[in-house]
């Protein structure tokens, strides 16, 4: 803690430093719109001398804290628009400047991408995230942390700090059910459905913008938007050269390193953009380490009316497993606890008494290469070319390649379930041993994706597009023995089971606004989805997983907007989503249940926005906005844990007829003279499952269906979810934060017991940045994350499971994810 003052001490004492003429510098900010309809633009690039300081945020405005005395040229540049060269004055006092840019210059990029993007008009809850936001929380934790302040979002870390396998559930949904796409390109998992982050470490400093939408959203590729969907876009051209470091040093030994350099508009027609990363942290659990390393490289032309890019990023990982979090009694310290764990075999004698002394840092493995292994390759080539004045096309190829394993030491492993013979010695016949085990993933996901745009310059009232994409996802799944303390008859990667999957995933959708009316619009949209899944194969214990399903969705949605006043909306939406089982539903099956059914969503969304700038309640030179968002999620046969468990520990999932989540989600951000802001996110909500029937175990450790169905709360729902962020700036490139977070008490299955829950907790981080532009680089800019300033000693995560006890009572065991207590990292980054 005294080295970590003492650091924060030098951070603010460096404005002391600063040149003497810093102090007659004065600020310039600005808002940046479409010159003919007046519509902001968020991301366009400002440039100063021609120079890069910063880009437009969602509502297109930007903001210059320090600008020296003399002339200077404001440059503002756009794709799909002519750059705009503004002179300005540096003088003591702010300056406001109101821009608009002319339509023209080259095509835009984005096609793709803005096909799957929420607006004003789809009357649907959304968040844009520019690269300026995440780059000011982009200390080397993954996105999900990145993230944390958007509305109804929970964050957790498996090692504790953010940094390795990280998860994020909007509204209650984890990732499963959260679409994910990169360039309009689907990310999640064919068959899992989840999108695996810590693949891909730091996309962050690649990402030009992101968009967070809420509910079913709009139509897009990939998997169906169950609670929410992130579309993610890269395909920012920077037209004038640059070069980056980011360094970030931290608690648990935590690097990042990172390099980025683009090479501007070369012959006024081709760009070159790169990056290479490395994150390591040895995490806040014991043994919890991660070892990620990654790049990114795009090249593309462009000419007025064509866009052709390739896009390359990779991603490798390797983490050390901390997927069995933390026995409760090693929290809580609860010694008759920890008996029970251990006469139930949970816990042995040896890694009780390990336990005692780790608390919970506890790491169940000990076996120095108890790792996960993997790496992903991605590769896009983008074309968008523009089709007379109103109409373009975007279109995309991609391959995605997957590879790698999780190794894990075994400890007395029956040779049958390894296809393996009984050992004989001597007399004695050994049927089990010591083993080290080997799990494979080798696939392959490819696929084209399109969308026509209709886009009239003349005459906004009318815009439309068409889409779709049609993807294959190829995956080989077996498991190798590389060593064993009584080999038997196998040899060293002895493949003991072998499966493949195919996934085929075909969809189009056509969707419209239409603004009937100067304050009525509308909005309309219809997707096809036809799938077609099949395994063939033996998985783990020799188990039969063959399957073969069909499906097809239909998924309409329509929606209106009606402008009460300037800067003043209603909205209301409908939208319909529908997706397939997970591969687990089918493979964990128990013989004679019935098969896992599709599940479907209505989702109804209304609400109403408030954008203000110059408001008479703050004064001049301010901007308020204001959303208040009511959701009603209707479910119908949703996929539930019943609390059964399959021959290897896993949760098995079945259909519940009805459930639902309904609840109000508020959001608001003021902001004055760039000098202060506060943005606040609150999310009320009801989460039900009605009808539910909880599966328990007998005497005979025999699965008994309760007989009586109730309506209880959907697991890992918290009721209260809220973030506040506040933000200034007391000194010239000086700029404070303080990020508040809170979570209600959520439920670690349906049963909405008060024995099996996750409390509620409250988390409050510090940040502070300070930028300084010197006459031999752009830009240096440290900074400081402080996370955790309260030391709260809380968790994230969780699962249970339970067996009857020797009495008769069920025995309940609890296993929960620590997350670290106070920590910080430390950033020096450097702009050339």
């Not at 003492?6 to 940046?32: K, N, Y």
């Not at 037209?239 to 470091?245: D, F, R, V």
């Not at 108890?370 to 070319?385: A, F, G, I, K, V």
């Not at 802001?677 to 609150?682: F, H, I, M, N």
Request: glycine share 10%; hydrophobic share 35%; proline share 3%.
């Amino acid at each position: 803690m005294k080295n970590l003052l003492v650091l924060g001490g030098a951070v603010l004492a460096l404005p002391l430093l600063a040149p003497r003429a810093a102090w007659a510098q004065g600020p310039v900010a600005g808002t940046i719109t479409d010159a003919r309809t007046g519509t902001a633009l968020p991301g366009a690039t400002v440039l100063l001398d021609g120079a890069v300081v910063g880009v437009t945020d969602a509502s297109g405005m930007f903001a210059l804290p320090a600008v020296p005395a003399g002339s200077h040229e404001l440059r503002i540049t756009f794709l799909g628009y002519d750059a705009l060269r503004q002179p300005v004055q540096g003088q003591p006092t702010e300056q406001r400047l109101a821009l608009g840019l002319r339509s023209g210059g080259i095509l835009t990029g984005e096609a793709l991408v803005t096909a799957s993007r929420a607006n004003d008009r789809t009357a649907t809850a959304y968040t844009n995230v520019s690269r300026e936001d995440l780059a000011k929380r982009n200390f080397g934790q993954d996105i999900p942390y990145l993230l944390d302040q958007t509305p109804s979002v929970v964050v957790t870390s498996d090692a504790g700090a953010g940094v390795g396998y990280t998860d994020i559930r909007i509204r209650g949904t984890s990732n499963t059910g959260i679409n994910m796409t990169i360039n309009g390109v689907p990310l999640n998992d064919a068959e899992s459905h989840g999108s695996f982050l810590v693949n891909l470490p730091d996309l962050a400093s690649s990402i030009s913008s992101l968009q967070v939408q809420r509910g079913v959203g709009t139509s897009q590729n990939g998997g169906a938007a169950f609670g929410a969907s992130i579309n993610i876009s890269t395909m920012e051209n920077r037209t004038e050269a640059y070069g980056e470091t980011q360094n970030s040093f931290g608690s648990f030994n935590t690097w990042k390193n990172t390099v980025q350099f683009g090479t501007g508009l070369l012959g006024q027609h081709f760009t070159i953009d790169g990056r290479l990363s490395r994150i390591a942290t040895d995490g806040y659990l014991n043994r919890a380490s991660s070892d990620l390393k990654s790049y990114y490289l795009s090249a593309g032309y462009q000419a007025k009316n064509t866009l052709l890019k390739f896009i390359t990023f990779s991603g490798r990982e390797k983490t050390y497993q901390a997927w069995n979090g933390v026995p409760e009694p090693l929290i809580t310290g609860d010694r008759k606890l920890l008996q029970q764990f251990i006469d139930n075999g949970e816990l042995s004698e040896a890694d009780a008494a390990r336990g005692l002394q780790e608390g919970r840092r506890y790491s169940y493995y000990t076996y120095d290469n108890q790792t996960d292994n993997y790496q992903q390759n991605h590769y896009q080539l983008h074309l968008s070319q523009g089709l007379g004045q109103d109409w373009n096309v975007g279109a995309a190829l991609h391959l995605t390649r997957g590879f790698g394993y999780y190794e894990s030491y075994r400890a007395r492993r029956k040779f049958a379930d390894y296809n393996l013979q009984n050992v004989v010695i001597g007399g004695d016949t050994l049927t089990r041993t010591n083993l080290i085990d080997q799990k494979w993933l080798d696939n392959y996901f490819y696929g084209g994706t399109f969308a026509l745009n209709y886009q009239p310059r003349n005459n906004d009232k009318l815009q439309a597009t068409l889409g779709g994409a049609w993807n294959q996802f190829v995956n080989d799944h077996y498991g190798e023995v590389i060593w064993a303390q009584y080999a038997s008859n196998g040899n060293i990667r002895h493949r003991y089971y072998f499966n493949d999957a195919r996934k085929t995933d075909f969809n189009a959708y056509a969707r419209a606004t239409w603004q009937v009316l100067p304050q009525l619009g509308v909005y309309g949209d219809l997707q096809v989805r036809r799938i077609k899944y099949g395994i063939d194969g033996l998985e783990a214990q020799n188990r039969d997983v063959t399957t073969h399903e069909r499906y097809l969705f239909v998924n309409p949605k329509a929606g209106a907007t009606f402008t009460l006043a300037e800067g003043q909306q209603l909205y209301a939406s409908y939208a319909r989503g529908q997706r397939e089982p997970v591969r687990s539903d089918f493979t964990d099956r128990p013989a004679g249940q019935p098969r896992a059914q599709a599940e479907r969503l209505n989702d109804f969304e209304g609400g109403y926005r408030l954008t203000r700038a110059n408001s008479t309640l703050l004064g001049p030179q301010t901007t308020l906005r204001l959303e208040a968002n009511y959701f009603y999620m209707q479910y119908r046969n949703q996929l539930v844990a019943t609390g059964r468990l399959d021959s290897v520990g896993n949760a098995l999932r079945t259909n519940v007829d009805r459930s639902y989540r309904t609840g109000l989600e508020l959001t608001g951000f003021a902001s004055m003279n760039d000098k202060l802001s506060l943005s606040s996110t609150l999310t009320l909500s009801r989460n039900r499952i009605q009808g539910f029937r909880e599966v328990i175990y007998d005497a005979n450790y025999l699965p008994v269906t309760a007989a009586e169905a109730r309506t209880t709360t959907i697991s890992y729902s918290p009721s209260v979810v809220s973030a506040h962020t506040l933000e200034g700036q007391p000194l010239k490139g000086l700029r404070l934060a303080l990020l508040y977070k809170t979570v209600s008490e959520q439920f670690l299955d349906n049963t909405a017991s008060a024995a099996k829950r996750i409390a509620p907790y409250q988390v409050l981080d510090f940040r502070v940045r300070y930028s300084i532009r010197p006459v031999f680089v752009k830009e240096i800019e440290l900074g400081l994350l402080v996370n955790n300033v309260l030391n709260r000693k809380y968790v994230a995560n969780g699962y249970t499971y339970g067996y009857p006890g020797a009495d008769g009572n069920p025995q309940i065991f609890n296993f929960y994810f620590p997350q670290a207590t106070r920590n910080f990292l430390a950033s020096v980054g450097v702009k050339f």
